[in-house]
């Protein structure tokens, strides 16, 4: 624009940095206070375990990023993870479907539970919280009923999904592609910037043409893609489905969502962020493990991350105001 | 007046006849076997699904009817089951608490119905029970821990995987391997920390302890799930530089012993509790003599018994 | 500058980040005048008000209360001082009595129990002033809108308020309130209150005020009298003439009409036809609640009808379908462009790209770059005053975000464009320079209708009105011929006619 003038910056401005940036910022201090407080944090086999498990927790997240980003909320994750691994190995070894099918019986049983509770909010105007709460007990009924209550083995190419690929752990690989595809799909395609569109101001969208009701159930279908992928990895890593497998997932997911600058109100959020909130989460509790903290701490530390990241999302909201 | 009479007496009439058919009702369902409740803590766990097994195959050999409730761990929930109990023509309740201080409010209905109760696997409290039907957690911790300090030769760094912290199972195991641990000094307990009873949890917690402490030698985990999971976290090493103790006798715990991964676990044979424990409450309704505490054995199954076990 | 004056903003700058909102600005308010603060939105009079309340501190230059500098570091500092502000947004607890809302914060006490008696007391006391006749006892939810305000400055006064400053005070009233609240404030000069008022109305300017401060883009312009005439007024806040306030440009009307609606029913509206040709456009008048937004929300495809039909063109869209009725080539420009125009938390470039953003997609991808492109230019054509493309809307003041709404059309190609409220909250340039679109959609031949409250808009921009009244069109008036009076005839007539509504 010709007719505009931007003032030139006036050298670095730590604290909007410091509100944009939160998460990071967060996430390097606690690698270097656990860097100073044992030797063991920074070695590359600990990353390496980080890697793996933060894969469960940041799949699941990616998904729900969408969703949140569309101001909605998605309870039912955790059991969509169980059910779709169990459903996975389910129907290669008790069904005999061939065994290249696990995955995608599992990444269908995800989207169809997706989109159960996307359609039950889209069409059946319940609010999302309700839609997926109901279904967070459903699914999880589901996974017990299929299993009678027990672990069932893996098919092996789900338990693939857990193993080496080479030198790299497939847990990490698969959280860098489905990272990057997500990241895709949410800044590149329409859909994904209908999701902004409909969580900022879903009557301004609606009102542009955009088809709110669809966006709303394809986010609920992608998260459920996600969680049933993140389900799959973590039943690959135990070489066993069980029916308890993930519960409570959905509280660590939204809370990397959010961690991550996230706001819950809708319309804003980023892959990379997400990804920085469930590594801050991840780091937490691998410290906390190797400085031997008591589970009791674990639970008062975590809680106060999170009361902290949001804080700065209020911060950042107040200077975005003013 | 006339017309007053009358109608007293009709309804008396049904009443009485409602009452007597009432009570035939009940007689039908007494002559086949008493019913009974069985409320079980969750059913979410394989532990307390053998346990209804158990149950179930027992009370159809007795030809009893057994309803069993899910409460699906919440103390609340189990205590309106406890009151459906009381009231819906059960003639004794088994109960598997979700907890042991709760249970004592949750089984008053019950109490106060005079049926007879039998606890099994936990404690209710003060409640007056028939029969409390339980394997030793404490003993079993002890057998645990001697196993997996036989298994290393009486020495070297181990870590302890804890159940829940607060659950009474967490508690008496707990006391089980202190003492079991007492006489070998040369063990030395690096790290005690919670998976909550979870193989995912205890598969991050043991990756991780392993880096803290790379000589650790043994892992003694309170259930066969955190073994399970630790045994995963160690790849390789499990039952060769790593010795890995679980605990429950699951049917996942006896293939790893069977395939070596496992030294041993501590089988509390659910089934067995589940069958003693409808053997106590059919006795207790038939007004027999029932042993106020019924041991259940506990048995250290490793590679040398497991073939009596796997399998089944 | 004069040393009576009861509080002066000496040469205040204040900057979020790099954007200077304002720029060395002197303002001085005195005991018993008013002082009226002009300026378009986004001029800065908000800011200095907050400075002025304590939420913001000057970057530079001081403020002196009484003579003496002062630093007003929050709204308790300011209260103290004596200063009151009453918002838009009013501060009162609806479910609370009168005398309870006026003693809020401070509830006198007798051994540690509410002394009601003593809470009526000085909330009668304060209406007294105002020479309010209201009972005491009423929940505030119950009172108008105008009451409230009026509680609202009862408590300031209560509070001692030397100075009060009123922010927009007559946007929601009704012409008797606003005389109301006029004598109530020159009630409140002989008290010698000093009062500081900002309004968008020109004419409320010389009523009210005793002298005017005129800003500009965060700079003070200059102090005039209040009598100053209204043209000048505009001159100095929009920095050029304004030649004429409505530039209606009137284009051939030819062709076959764009927009047909035929017995459109729906609840509140009833049995409406219309016909809209190109380079036409035609305003919709009627009271609050005549079913104009209803009107426009069915046609726009944002609503379900019942029976009726919309044709554009001559091909008929589907009801409550936005995206048909967009592809069609409808344009929506909704009433309240915050809650249903905009996404606030968005960019410029993407606000203006959301009706054409699946369109021009390939694959599902988004066209990025074309899309900002697309957006640069409309925003250059339509003179949207922003940072960059790239800025969120919020930074844009309201005429510019409502440009932005009328640049997602433009961009989509948008024929028929449907006008809810499109200058409300706009101010005086900003409202010229959307009439000129309104112009260059009936020069390319496109068609308008626009529903407005504003008589003077509607008379000055269209040319045909038709009248609302209860759900169905009451007249149609040429506005060549039409008068505010022959508008509001017909607006309050009770139609039951079902034949001659809108045009053959």
């Known amino acids: 624009m010709s007719s505009v003038a931007t003032a030139p910056k006036k050298g670095f401005d730590f604290k909007a940095f410091l509100a944009n940036n939160g998460a990071l910022v967060g996430l390097v201090i606690l690698c270097l206070a656990l860097f100073i407080a044992t030797p063991r944090f920074l070695t590359g086999p600990n990353l390496l375990n980080i890697g793996i498990q933060v894969s469960t927790i940041a799949v699941m997240a990616f998904g729900m990023t969408f969703v949140i980003v569309a101001a909605g909320i998605d309870l039912s994750v955790g059991s969509v993870a169980a059910l779709s691994a169990m459903g996975s190995s389910y129907a290669v070894t008790t069904s005999g479907l061939p065994d290249a099918l696990a995955i995608p019986v599992g990444l269908a049983i995800g989207a169809l539970s997706g989109w159960v509770t996307g359609a039950m909010s889209a069409y059946g105007k319940l609010p999302t919280f309700i839609a997926s709460l109901a279904m967070l007990t459903v699914v999880r009924g589901l996974t017990l009923v299929i299993s009678d209550g027990r672990p069932i083995s893996t098919a092996s190419s789900v338990s693939w999904l857990g193993d080496d690929l080479g030198p790299i752990p497939m847990p990490i690989i698969i959280l860098v592609v489905s990272g990057l595809l997500a990241a895709f799909v949410l800044n590149r395609t329409v859909m994904g910037k209908n999701s902004f569109a409909v969580g900022g101001n879903t009557e301004a969208a609606r009102l542009s043409g955009i088809p709110v009701k669809r966006v709303l159930v394809t986010v609920f279908v992608i998260s459920g893609l996600f969680a049933a992928l993140s389900g799959m990895i973590l039943a690959g890593r135990l070489d066993s489905a069980q029916p308890t497998l993930a519960s409570g997932y959905e509280l660590d997911a939204i809370a990397a969502v959010v961690i991550g600058g996230a706001s819950l109100s809708g319309g804003v959020g980023r892959i990379s962020g997400t990804l920085i ?23 008062v530390v975590i809680g106060a991350v999170i009361a902290i990241a949001v804080g700065f999302d209020v911060l950042r909201r107040k200077n975005v105001k003013h | 007046m006339k017309k007053l009479i009358r109608t007293t007496a009709a309804i008396t009439l049904s009443l009485g006849l409602a009452a007597s058919l009432a009570a035939c009702n009940r007689g039908e369902t007494a002559a086949d076997g008493a019913s009974a409740t069985l409320a079980v803590s969750t059913l979410n766990n394989p532990f307390f699904v053998d346990l209804r097994d158990g149950a179930q195959a027992e009370a159809d050999a007795l030809g009893m009817d057994l309803s069993v409730v899910d409460a ?67 003993a079993g911790g002890e057998q645990a821990a001697k196993a997996l300090a036989e298994s290393l030769k009486g020495k070297g760094k181990i870590i302890v995987l804890e159940g829940v912290p607060g659950a009474s199972a967490t508690n008496e195991r707990g006391e089980g391997f202190t003492k079991g641990l007492k006489e070998f000094k040369d063990i030395e307990v690096v790290s005690k920390q919670t998976a909550n009873f979870d193989r995912a949890e205890a598969l991050d917690v043991v990756t991780n302890l392993m880096q803290s402490n790379p000589d650790a030698v043994g892992v003694l985990a309170m259930n066969d799930e955190m073994a399970l999971g630790a045994i995963q976290a160690l790849g390789d090493k499990a039952g060769k530089s790593v010795k890995v103790l679980g605990f429950d006798g699951t049917e996942d715990g006896f293939k790893a012993v069977k395939a070596g991964s496992m030294v041993a676990t501590i089988a509390q044979n659910p089934a067995e509790l589940g069958k003693q424990s409808v053997q106590m409450l059919s006795k207790a309704i038939n007004g027999e003599d029932v042993e106020a505490n019924a041991q259940v054995a506990v048995d250290t199954v490793d590679s040398k018994n497991i073939a009596e076990y796997s399998g089944k | 500058m004069s040393n009576d004056a009861l509080l002066v903003l000496d040469k205040v700058c204040k900057s979020f980040g790099p954007v200077q909102v304002i720029e060395d600005v002197t303002v001085e308010v005195y005991a018993g005048k008013v002082s009226v603060l002009l300026g378009e939105n986004g001029a800065g009079k908000s800011t200095l008000i907050k400075m002025i309340a304590g939420v913001h501190e000057p970057d530079a230059g001081q403020i002196l209360f009484k003579g003496q500098p002062v630093r007003i570091r929050d709204t308790k500092t300011s209260e103290a001082l004596g200063i009151a502000t009453i918002h838009q947004e009013l501060n009162l607890v609806p479910s609370m009595t009168i005398a309870e809302n006026i003693t809020l914060g401070r509830v006198p006490r007798k051994f540690g129990i509410i002394n009601r008696r003593e809470m009526r007391k000085i909330a009668r006391d304060a209406l007294a002033k105002l020479e309010l006749d209201l009972d005491v006892n009423t929940p505030v939810g119950e009172l108008g809108l105008a009451q409230q305000q009026l509680v609202e400055i009862a408590k300031a006064l209560s509070l001692d308020a030397r100075v009060l400053i009123l922010d927009e005070p007559t946007a929601a009233l009704t012409t008797t309130e606003i005389e109301h609240l006029f004598r109530v404030v020159n009630q409140l000069k002989t008290q010698g209150v000093g009062m500081v008022f900002i309004s968008h109305h020109l004419d409320e300017i010389a009523a009210i005020g005793d002298y005017v401060n005129v800003l500009r883009d965060g700079k003070f312009i200059a102090t005039v009298p209040a009598d100053t005439d209204e043209n000048e007024l505009v001159r100095l806040m929009v920095g050029r003439d304004i030649d004429a306030q409505f530039p209606r440009v009137a284009t051939d009307v030819s062709g076959q009409p764009l927009l047909t609606v035929e017995h459109l029913s729906e609840g509140a509206l009833k049995d409406i036809s219309l016909q809209i040709r190109p380079g036409e456009v035609v305003a919709l008048a009627g009271l609050m609640g005549a079913g104009r937004t209803e009107l426009i929300r069915a046609i726009a495809g944002a609503d379900k009808y019942a029976s009726g039909t919309v044709k554009v063109s001559g091909k008929k869209l589907t009801s409550y379908d936005v995206a048909a009725a967009t592809r069609a080539g409808i344009g929506h420009v909704p009433e309240d462009r915050k809650t249903q125009g905009l996404v606030l938390d968005a960019s410029v470039a993407e606000n203006i790209g959301y009706a054409t953003m699946a369109a021009t997609a390939k694959n599902g991808l988004v066209d990025r770059k074309g899309q900002k492109a697309r957006a640069q230019k409309v925003a250059e054509r339509l003179r949207i005053r922003m940072g960059s493309i790239d800025a969120p809307i919020r930074s844009l003041s309201g005429g510019n975000q409502q440009k932005a709404v009328f640049g997602r059309w433009f961009t989509a190609g948008a024929k028929v464009l449907l006008l809810d409220e499109p200058t409300r909250g706009v101010d005086v340039g900003a409202k010229v320079e959307i009439y000129e679109l309104i112009n260059e959609i009936t020069a390319s031949g496109g068609c308008v209708l626009m529903a407005s409250s504003e008589l003077p808009e509607v008379l000055g921009m269209s040319d045909r009105i038709l009248v609302m009244s209860q759900g169905r069109i009451a007249g149609e008036l040429s506005t060549k011929e039409a008068t505010q009076d022959a508008i509001m005839a017909l607006a309050i007539s009770n139609v039951h006619r079902e034949e001659e509504m809108g045009i053959k």
């Open chain 1, 277 to 299: 909130g469930a590594l801050v989460l991840a780091v937490i509790r691998n410290g906390l493990n190797l400085l031997s903290v008591s589970a009791f701490w674990q639970q």
């Open chain 2, 72 to 138: 699906q761990n919440d103390s609340a929930t189990q205590a309106n089951q406890l009151a459906t109990a009381a009231t819906n023509g059960s003639a004794g309740v088994i109960i598997n608490a979700v907890d042991t201080e709760t249970a004592e409010a949750g089984l008053a209905p019950v109490v106060k119905a005079n049926l007879p109760i039998v606890a099994v696997d936990r404690a209710v409290g003060n409640t007056k029970v028939a029969s409390f039907v339980a394997s030793d957690n404490v």
